[in-house]
């Protein structure tokens, strides 16, 4: 799109320069307009809001066959910083918690599609608004954020909310219980593939998301990594396995009961 969009516009002014040798129009050619610069608005919807549910009450126990990424105690089995130091995230009481400024938290070991479950509870102590409330996120391949936010009574952009992925599908549903309250995630991912062409997947990623136990995301394909700012990328980069990574977005969000299954 980039691409293309630079190439309309090359073709606008050269249009132009021709227009400027002409005599005729020596005093008159006004400027041509370039493409308004991207900001993070541009793609927020707001409307309609997302319907609005009440979950169940149970979440799920590891089976016998996945990974535990955090059982309650130890963090620096599985998890590092982004650089592979320790992370500055703290363990307490069985929960894993965001710590602001001390940047994301990623598993050592590195996947391709996989089966995830993982809870999470926004502060009880509720502060903020919109994208500022409880906001932290689940990273695939290091890539695509499930969004975690606090979107109980808290309005924001759609495809911004609890569940969204991230500025590319709003949740089926709000199904959020309230702050201080633990939250599920069954995510079930499958990686893209890569052909010749760099400029679509072979096969695209696709996530399918559960939100304590009701559907919100259905097999959806993701257009590319997700993006704050413009549209995800059109021009792929092919990459292999990748870490889970959780966001620290200066929020103490707190996980707990992380498992995977590679698929
Ligand atoms: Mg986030």
């Known amino acids: 799109m980039k691409k293309l969009l630079t190439f309309i516009l090359g073709l606008g002014l050269c249009a132009s320069g021709f ?10 050619a006004p400027k041509p307009a370039g493409p308004e610069k991207m900001t993070p608005g541009m ?4 409307d309609p809001e997302v319907k609005i549910i009440e979950a169940g009450k149970t979440n799920i126990e590891a089976p016998s066959d996945a990974i535990i990424l955090f059982n309650g105690t130890d963090i620096n089995s599985e998890w590092s910083d982004t ?6 995230w703290t363990v307490k009481d069985g929960e894993l918690i965001s ?13 391709g599609s996989v089966q995830l479950h993982i809870e999470w509870k926004t502060p009880s102590d509720v502060q903020g ?15 695509f954020e499930v969004q975690v936010l606090d979107s109980y009574n808290n309005r924001t952009y759609r495809q911004g909310q609890a569940g969204s992925l991230y500025k590319q599908h709003a949740p089926l549903v709000n199904v959020c219980r309230k702050p201080g309250e633990w939250q599920a995630y069954d995510i079930i991912y499958t990686a ?28 959806v394909v993701l257009r590319g990594p997700t993006e704050y700012i413009g549209i995800p990328e059109y021009f792929i ?8 990574q959780l966001q620290d ?3 103490p969000v707190a996980y707990r009961n992380i498992w995977i299954r590679e698929l």
Do not use: C
Request: glycine share 12%; proline share 7%.
């Open 249 to 251: 977005h200066g929020n």
């Open 19 to 28: 227009a400027q040798t002409s005599p005729a129009s020596k005093s008159a």
């Open 129 to 143: 608004e919109s994208q500022g409330r409880g906001n932290s996120g689940v990273y695939l391949q290091e890539l």
């Open 192 to 219: 893209p593939t890569f052909g010749n062409d760099t400029t679509v997947y072979l096969t695209p990623p696709r996530i399918t998301v559960l939100q304590n136990g009701v559907l919100i995301q259905n097999n």
């Open 43 to 46: 793609t927020e919807i707001w």
């Open 237 to 244: 980069k092919p990459h292999g396995a990748g870490s889970l």
């Open 83 to 88: 650089k592979g130091n320790p992370t500055k």
């Open 99 to 111: 710590v602001r400024g001390s940047g994301m938290i990623q598993t050592k070991r590195k996947f």
